[in-house]
């Protein structure tokens, strides 16, 4: 049971104390009543007084019994059983006392030869099985909560009260052998000690039951101490009084009405307010439920009225449950929920923007079903009327409360138009290349023949004339090369002629190559033994020269230039890392885009240029299903990586 807050802990102490106050002021007021008039003028007009009070408490503790295995049912805490077992039995106990009291059938019948002894009997039964039993109830940890086709408490409560009811009747049955509680009114040494000791039993479950409530701030443990502790008062009246029919006495009964209604009136008004808090917590589910539905339609038009599509696809097999009219329009037909990801493709005619058919388990939904997000994947779309359009797709995983992928969403736009437009940018940059090549080759080819005809030229200046023609001739040609690459990967990409090879062999080539065309840097290789891939040789050793010198170009005070190989993780990685320039954080995002600068204007390393190496590199290590990234920090250098698939090994020896 959760700890109450303090505000709500002081309204419970409150609420016990005017309840303690208003038992104990009309037990007093009762005692005062009795010491004035004396207990005479009460049993003339009160005949029934004994039975009265009696059956009272008797129907009290039935009713704080059926209360509390009701709050059990529900809660399951082991101490409510055995509440309800001890007013059970004290309520099954006062009904013996009631039926076994003289005089209460007519002709002086009684179930009882000694009906004062036998009833005092059952007195003692009824006080001393709620002592114990409210004992009990603080130390058990049994019955915890069961399956509801078991109903072990209800076989332990007819248990408990067939025992209960076999004491009773073999009470009577036997009662010439139970010794003498009553002697001519006054109470025994045994009936005295025995009192005593409930004395005690009820005094030690007050202050136990007042530990609990104050370390749980359960108000049924504070009306268990109450109770209890009004008990404890009564069991002292009958140890002073001592006999029958005097003040003592009937005060006694007095406290045992005030300890019940205490029990009483305490659970009642628990399950009053009980029934208030599930009214207001109905109320607030009421409310939750309009506002989440009002959310939900509003998030319908927002997404029917969105001008991306959205789809959203369920777990594990990716079918798509809703979409927008959106989505619709852009695949060329209506959804189909019974189609998973496998035939997605074929069904909604999804191919790479190459023209390649899109594989299944690359798909974006695929993906973030895998607990992946997936940003910017270009995808081709034939509908059936024959006409094609592009879209960019974004998608990210659906998760449970439980952190679980239960679905994925996808929502993508169409770029057709801008794909047209790159369609005519490729095609302008396809035809400056090819008009650039014939002039440059031919200026190629004259200051090549002047440098024949005179080396030196015929001046030191000349001659420095034709070298720097001849070096731009050639720089000219590497960026006309370039954007043809370009194009051509954009349109046809070039097939991939994949051979086995050491990564880091390549590198071995590559690197005292590069080594060659700067004197301030010094380029270092770090190696493992054997890092095997199935690539296309030739342009991953593209990819590696244009990050040597990209790292080259941006180090323009020289230092040290380091690439490492290595295998991670079913992966080939390399890594190119200088201490130069840096890049700067705005400019990050843009380094893979084609014709983009990594420095500003002007900068150190900033050389007026087509740049279109990293974008081409960012191309072929993509075609071979690897991945090209980076980390940099202005004037702090970079370190570029990309990654292969690592080849499996062959062989028993485990060579390449």
């Known amino acids: 049971m959760a700890n109450p807050s303090p505000s709500s802990r002081q309204s419970n102490d409150l609420l016990l104390c005017w309840l303690l106050g208003l038992a104990v002021g009309l037990a007093v007021l009762h005692v005062v009543a009795a010491l004035l008039w004396g207990p005479g003028p009460v049993i003339a007009v009160l005949p029934w007084y004994v039975p009265t009070t009696h059956s009272f408490v008797a129907l009290a503790a039935f009713s704080i019994a059926f209360l509390a295995f009701g709050r059990y049912q529900v809660l399951r805490e082991p101490a409510l059983f055995w509440v309800g077992m001890a007013f059970a039995a004290f309520g099954v106990f006062a009904l013996f006392y009631v039926v076994s009291w003289p005089g209460l059938f007519p002709g002086d019948w009684s179930l009882a030869a000694e009906p004062y002894n036998v009833a005092s009997w059952f007195w003692h039964f009824q006080f001393s099985a709620l002592a114990v039993l409210l004992l009990a109830a603080l130390f058990s940890r049994r019955p915890r909560a069961e399956a509801a086709s078991g109903r072990r408490w209800l076989r332990l409560i007819v248990i408990g009260l067939t025992i209960i009811i076999s004491t009773g009747w073999l009470s009577i049955a036997l009662e010439r052998f139970l010794p003498l509680l009553v002697v001519r009114g006054a109470w025994t040494p045994l009936n005295t000690g025995w009192i005593f000791v409930l004395v005690v039993a009820f005094a030690v479950g007050s202050v136990l039951w007042s530990w609990r409530y104050r370390q749980t701030g359960d108000l049924l443990f504070g009306y268990v101490a109450s109770a209890e502790l009004i008990l404890t008062f009564a069991m002292l009246t009958g140890i002073i009084g001592g006999s029958l029919y005097n003040a003592w006495w009937y005060w006694q009964r007095i406290l045992w009405i005030a300890a019940f209604s205490v029990m009483l009136f305490g659970l009642l008004s628990e399950y009053v307010g009980l029934y208030r808090r599930e009214r207001d917590k109905t109320h607030q589910l009421e409310a939750l439920q309009q506002a989440a539905q009002e959310e939900r339609n509003r998030l319908r038009v927002l997404i029917e009225t969105a001008p991306a599509g959205i789809v959203f696809h369920a777990a594990p097999d990716g079918r798509p449950l809703l979409s927008n009219a959106a989505a619709e329009i852009m695949l060329g037909r209506p959804l189909a929920p019974e189609v998973g990801l496998a035939g997605q493709p074929a069904y909604y005619g999804l191919f790479r923007p190459t023209g390649e058919p899109f594989p299944p388990e690359e798909l974006p939904a695929s993906r973030s079903l895998h607990g992946e997000t ?33 679905g994925a969403v996808v929502a993508f736009q169409d770029i057709t138009p801008i794909k047209q437009q790159e369609r005519i940018r490729d095609d302008f ?46 720089r000219i040609n590497r960026r006309v090369q370039e954007m043809l690459e370009a194009v051509r990967f954009r349109t046809v990409p070039p097939e991939l002629h994949r051979v086995r090879f050491d990564l880091g062999d390549l590198a071995s080539e590559v690197v005292p190559r590069m080594q060659a065309l700067t004197k301030i840097h010094r380029l270092v290789l770090r190696r493992e033994a054997s890092v095997p891939v199935e690539a296309d040789r030739e342009r991953i050793e593209e990819v590696l020269v244009s990050l040597l010198d990209n790292a080259i170009k941006y180090s323009p005070q020289g230092g040290e230039v380091e690439v490492r190989v290595w295998a991670q993780e079913g992966e080939a990685v390399v890594s190119v890392k200088d201490h130069g320039v840096g890049i700067s954080r705005e400019r990050q995002p843009h380094i893979f885009e084609p014709f983009y600068e990594a420095v500003p204007s002007g900068a150190p ?37 990309f990654s292969l698939p690592l080849a499996e090994k062959s062989g028993d020896d485990g060579r390449v």
């Open 429 to 474: 940059l396809s035809a400056a290349a090819h008009e650039l090549k014939t002039p440059v080759t031919t200026i190629k080819g004259y200051a090549q023949l002047m440098h024949k005809w005179a080396p030196h030229g015929h001046e030191p200046r000349e001659g420095e004339a034709v070298e720097i023609i001849n070096a731009q001739c050639d």
């Open 605 to 641: 390393g900033y050389r007026g240029v087509v740049a279109l190496s990293l974008y081409l590199s960012k191309l072929a290590v993509e075609r071979h299903k690897g991945r090209i990234w980076f980390e940099s920090e202005a004037g702090k250098g970079s370190t570029f990586y």
């Open 374 to 406: 997936c940003l910017g994947v270009e995808m081709l779309v034939r509908q059936p009327s024959g006409r094609e359009v592009y879209i960019l797709a974004n998608s990210a995983p659906l998760r449970d409360a439980q952190g679980r992928v239960v």
